[in-house]
């Protein structure tokens, strides 16, 4: 007989061990997934965290945005370009409260831009006529009283009066000037008499904007010359 015994076979796992080894492996898959699951929740729940914070942060820029009051205009920073407004001149001469009715009666001649004025002035009555070089140009006229208020003269036309006689032999159609009451302060300078507008801070009377004597001939006061 030989001495040479043959190899061992290969022992078999039971059928037991064969059993328990896929339920480990399904054990170690199931810890596996919930952890994975765990981690995607995670993430899942930081990523609506972060939205809501943005939603409410956007909320509350545009809360604070409507709270502030909406510029109509850019806002300058150089003062040094913004135009400054020129302050009208209101007054031409030194005023004189104590204005003589005395002093103002009589005939007086002038020119108001284009036009050669005439006004006569007596016992409260007045009478202006403004001419056009133009000889067959309507001339403008108003007649009426008049009232001095310290150094205002307060003219009222009459339109019940008649119409001013067109000199001998010519004929001459008239406008009336104005309907309105018209104020201007008069000063006297020698045998001058000057007139301006009243400004419009004066209160005793109601000033026009622009004196319907000067119209729109570019005339802030007037001289008057005497003719008689």
Do not use: C
């Amino acid at each position: 007989m030989s001495d040479i015994s043959p190899p061992p076979k290969p022992s078999r796992p039971s059928a037991a061990r064969q059993a328990k080894a896929p339920r480990n492996a399904i054990l170690a898959l199931s810890h596996e997934s919930r952890f994975i699951g765990y981690v995607v929740l995670g993430f899942g729940l930081l990523a609506v965290v972060a939205l809501i914070i943005i939603l409410l942060s956007g909320s509350n820029e545009r809360q604070d945005a409507a709270r502030q009051p909406q510029r109509l205009v850019p806002e300058m920073t150089d003062t040094q370009t913004m135009p400054r407004p020129v302050p009208k001149k209101e007054l031409y001469f030194k005023r004189n409260p104590d204005l003589d009715a005395g002093d103002i009666t009589g005939g007086w001649q002038t020119n108001i831009g284009k036009y050669t004025a005439a006004i006569q002035m007596e016992k409260g009555v007045y009478q202006v006529i403004l001419a056009q070089p133009d000889p067959y140009a309507p001339r403008l006229y108003s007649s009426g009283t008049y009232k001095i208020l310290e150094d205002i003269i307060l003219l009222t036309p009459r339109l019940d009066w008649p119409t001013p006689a067109a000199p001998k032999g010519k004929k001459i159609g008239y406008q009336v000037l104005t309907s309105a009451p018209f104020p201007l302060i008069a000063v006297m300078e020698g045998k001058k008499m000057i007139w301006q507008n009243p400004p419009q801070s004066e209160k005793r009377v109601l000033v026009p904007y622009k004196s319907p004597l000067f119209m729109d001939e570019g005339v802030d006061y007037v001289v008057w010359q005497r003719v008689n």
